[in-house]
């Protein structure tokens, strides 16, 4: 039986960090088991901003590298860069065509950017949700797994199908959000301001547990995490940011119930708790620093993957985008 499809767009900016790998990746491995998923690493969305091509080109290759050595599996899904298939950018245009200016207008991400990059506030930054809605529709695609970020996207997405079904006959899947059930495992914090998340273009590296950073670092960095005035290990969000954080960085790393932890460490220091988890982590990060440094060293074969997944998008993303020209009267 055919599976439902699921696209997910990755932005190859800042650092692979581990908030990533619990909230995102490590979701993308059990969803890759109940649906057909596309993961494109989204380089025209990323130009948006400017990028050193150089630089850009190689942390799109450490992305792809990164992912494959977490578990994202080419034989299960189809990994793709966006540029590699042309048909995004062109359904991108049929949908501005039916997407009004208000509609952009309204986006907060683009309020917030656009007071970010004063001086390049480019059409871009403009169209940006439409070439992702162009990214989903493409495919027919079911379920889009999404943070609170993009869900103002993912709705514009869902409009801009119902809008060209009724006009056109029925074009496109209606896409919906994706949240994957997790534990707690999702929200991954700073750990020097456990109040905020951890995120992977943070200025100070000290706040992130980079996917590739070496052993003693990560050792380093938890040591130093913030913790609080009591000692009580215990699980609470609010009042306890810090240790709750280690909590589910520990629970995440060795499969143990929060719970559980909660248990093991009573009457414990936060020097132990802090410990154990940087060991915890260590031993989960090994294995995929020595995959992810196989897999980038022989960049040949990852492109080859690259161009194998792009091969397979294009059949798809001919099919959907061959159907709406036709229904708009393009000969
Ligand atoms: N805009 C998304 C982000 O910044 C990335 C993205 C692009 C995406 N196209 C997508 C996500 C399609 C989901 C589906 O995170």
Redesign the pocket.
């Known amino acids: 039986m055919a599976r439902d499809i699921l ?3 990755i ?1 190859p900016s800042g650092q692979l960090n581990i908030g990533h790998y619990f909230g995102a990746v490590k979701n993308w491995l059990r969803m890759q088991e109940d649906f057909d998923c596309m993961f494109s690493l ?1 380089n025209l ?1 990323a130009i948006t901003v400017r990028q050193d091509p150089v630089a850009l080109r190689k942390r799109s290759l450490d992305f792809v590298a990164a992912y494959m050595a977490c578990g994202i599996d080419p034989e299960k899904s189809i990994i793709f860069a966006q540029s590699d298939v042309p048909e995004h950018s062109e359904l991108m245009w049929l949908l501005s065509c039916h997407t009004y200016m208000g509609e952009l207008e309204r986006m907060t991400q683009y309020k917030d950017k656009i007071a970010k990059h004063t001086d390049n506030v480019n059409l871009g930054l403009f169209s940006y949700p439409v070439l ?1 809605a162009a ?2 529709l493409l495919y027919q695609t079911k379920a ?1 797994p ?1 943070g609170a970020d ?1 869900k103002q ?1 993912l709705e514009l997405a869902r409009d801009l199908a119902n809008r060209m079904n009724n006009a056109y006959g029925k074009l496109f899947t209606q896409p919906e959000p994706y949240i994957p059930s997790t534990e707690d495992g999702g929200r991954i914090m700073s750990l020097l301001e456990p109040e905020k998340k951890m995120s992977k273009s943070d200025e100070n590296a000290g706040n992130y547990i980079a996917l590739l950073d070496e052993p003693n670092v990560i050792r380093k960095k938890l040591k130093r995490a913030v913790t609080d005035t009591d000692t009580v290990i215990r699980y609470d969000r609010e009042h306890k940011p810090g240790v709750s954080n280690l909590l589910t960085l520990l629970s995440g790393a060795t499969g143990k119930p929060i719970a559980a932890l909660e248990v093991d460490y009573a009457g414990k220091g936060y020097g132990h708790l802090k410990t154990d988890t940087g060991e915890a982590i260590v031993a989960l990060l090994e294995p995929i620093q020595a995959n992810f440094h196989h897999l980038r060293n022989d960049e040949t074969e990852l492109t080859r993957v690259m161009e194998q997944g792009a091969e397979k998008a294009r059949i798809r993303a001919h099919s959907t985008l061959n159907k709406v020209k036709k229904a708009m009267g393009l000969i």
């Open positions: 696209f997910s767009g932005q989204v969305h992702m990214d989903i889009v999404v993009q996207h």
